[in-house]
């Protein structure tokens, strides 16, 4: 079985050629090949989670890295998760949860400017879940 890691490789290798070759095409070409590899994680692992934010984390980082905006393609990201859940096995609120603490894997290296702009983003879009996403943030930098 392929280890986390390589999931985290694999997500970031993905969304960063595709911001490479059309960085004007943002989170409309990037979100839905994040969910091929969510998916493709889920279904490959017994216990998805480690996989499922390691993905996320991964693309986050592209995202990041090619000068995109996180909180847009977050928020597109999060914005999915209720059809992929239909079609995988994980409950959406564990979904939701583990996506989003593969974006908060990438806060401390995004700063703390990004991550204010996560927390109003995802709290417009999604009430309440901010505040879990802040702990996500703070066990994040914790390390």
């Not at 986050?60 to 847009?72: C, F, H, R, Y």
């Not at 949860?97 to 927390?119: K, N, Q």
Request: hydrophobic letters at 50%; proline letters at 6%.
């Amino acid at each position: 079985m392929t280890e986390p890691t390589d999931y985290e490789k694999q997500a970031k290798d993905a969304v960063a050629a595709i911001i490479a070759k059309d960085p004007a095409a943002g989170n409309v070409l990037t979100v839905p090949v994040m969910c091929q590899h969510i998916s493709y994680a889920a279904r490959m692992n017994k216990d998805p989670k480690a996989a499922i934010v390691a993905v996320c984390r991964g693309s986050m980082n592209a995202v990041l890295l090619g000068g995109q905006s996180v909180p847009d393609a977050a928020v597109a990201l999060l914005e999915a998760l209720p059809n992929m859940s239909l079609m995988m096995s994980t409950g959406p609120e564990d979904l939701m949860s583990w996506v989003m603490e593969g974006i908060a894997d990438v806060t401390p290296l995004a700063g703390p400017e990004v991550r204010d702009a996560l927390r109003v983003k995802i709290e417009e879009k999604f009430m309440g879940a901010s505040v879990i996403f802040d702990a996500l943030c703070d066990a994040a930098a914790r390390g």
